[in-house]
């Protein structure tokens, strides 16, 4: 063999590894960085893969948007943005745009859903003890303490004038029903805006945001709990490529007296918590809307959730109070992989 002949093999040769390596290179699937911590008062586990920097970085540094984000929500603790406009005495109050995006999301649900969602509920909240995570500061107040507090609540109450916000009649502002789900749409948008075609999700105490598929072609396959099962026991599953998904449920925080069970939802026209269904998981392809529709469907009951996932474009999955199945077309697309 000639010397140049043999320099043409050898880089043939070489040029046949490279592509081989390169196909073995591209399908190795992403290594997911995964955190667990408690943030936003709840459980949280992130998964990350990205092929633009440090995944750890990125979401070490959603986690810490997790706390910036607790200290405007967190209605119940002192320091919190929330907490001051609580207790602001009737005064406008200047507030920040996320505050400001929420409290308006917000208005505009409680009005799409006369009512049944609203976001003034904090003084009946508080009265019933579910605003702490110690079962034993849970009770079942007397009528008058309720009709006292459901005084002091209703979303009409809520006055918002540019960037200002102004509270009526001593109502207090709880946003446990939206900003879960507000968060999972915040910390989406990091993980996108560091790469577009980053992968994994975000679970923040069960509302789940998909960043991007599974090694990049494959749903994650997602578990809907029994709301009468244990922590692990799933009823459904679904697989999700991307979008959101949020439960709401009688079992998280509640109480039983004279065999009848109170949680820490509330019809906001009555002040005890609805009988409609045990829990409704919904999926939306935005973590607030998902968040917001599965409270105000607990409340509203079966032919309002009806109407507005028809009119909003909610997929659901509902128990009902007979423990009995009941889910929309919509959903029957997450079914399968
Ligand atoms: P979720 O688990 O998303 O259904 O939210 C429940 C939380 O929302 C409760 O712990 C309360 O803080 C708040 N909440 C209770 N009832 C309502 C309601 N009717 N509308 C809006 N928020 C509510
Ligand atoms: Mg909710």
Do not use: C
Not at 144 to 168: C, F, M, P, T, W
Not at 216 to 241: E, T
Not at 281 to 294: E, H, K, L, M, Y
């Amino acid at each position: 063999m000639t010397k140049l002949k043999i320099i043409i093999l050898s880089l043939f040769t070489f040029a046949a590894v490279g592509v081989v390596l390169f196909v073995a290179i591209s399908k190795k699937p992403p290594q997911y960085y995964i955190r667990r911590d408690v943030a936003f008062g709840t459980n949280v586990q992130i998964a990350y893969a990205t092929k633009k920097g440090n995944a750890k970085t990125v979401v070490d540094a959603m986690f810490d948007e997790l706390k910036k984000l607790d200290d405007i929500f967190n209605a119940y603790r002192p320091t919190s943005e929330l907490y001051k406009l609580n207790h602001s005495n009737g005064e406008w109050v200047k507030v920040s745009p996320r505050l400001l995006n929420v409290l308006k999301y917000s208005m505009k649900f409680a009005q799409l859903t006369d009512g049944d969602f609203d976001p003034t509920l904090g003084k009946v909240v508080v009265l019933w003890g579910f605003n702490t995570d110690d079962p034993n500061k849970w009770r079942l107040p007397s009528p008058q303490e309720i009709s006292n507090a459901l005084e002091h609540s209703g979303y009409k109450n809520v006055e918002i004038k540019d960037d200002e916000v102004r509270l009526l009649n001593d109502v207090w502002i709880d946003l446990g029903a939206i900003a879960k789900g507000y968060a999972v749409d915040v910390l989406l948008k990091m993980a996108k805006l560091n790469d577009p075609n980053s992968t994994g999700y975000v679970d923040i105490g069960g509302d789940i945001g998909i960043i991007g598929p599974k090694y990049g072609n494959q749903p994650w396959k997602i578990g809907v709990r029994d709301p009468r099962g244990n922590m692990n026991d799933s009823i459904a599953y679904v697989y999700l490529y991307k979008g959101t998904i949020a439960t709401s449920g009688d079992y998280e925080r509640f109480i039983i007296r004279n065999g009848k069970r109170y949680y820490h939802i509330f019809n906001p026209k009555t002040g005890y918590s609805p009988d409609n269904f045990e829990a409704i998981t919904t999926i939306s392809s935005s973590g607030i809307f998902s968040d917001a529709f599965g409270t105000a469907a607990m409340v509203g009951g079966l032919s309002k959730t009806e109407k507005w996932a028809n009119e909003l474009g909610a997929a659901y999955l509902i128990v009902n109070e007979k423990g009995k199945i009941i889910k929309n077309d919509l959903w029957k697309d997450y079914e399968e992989p």
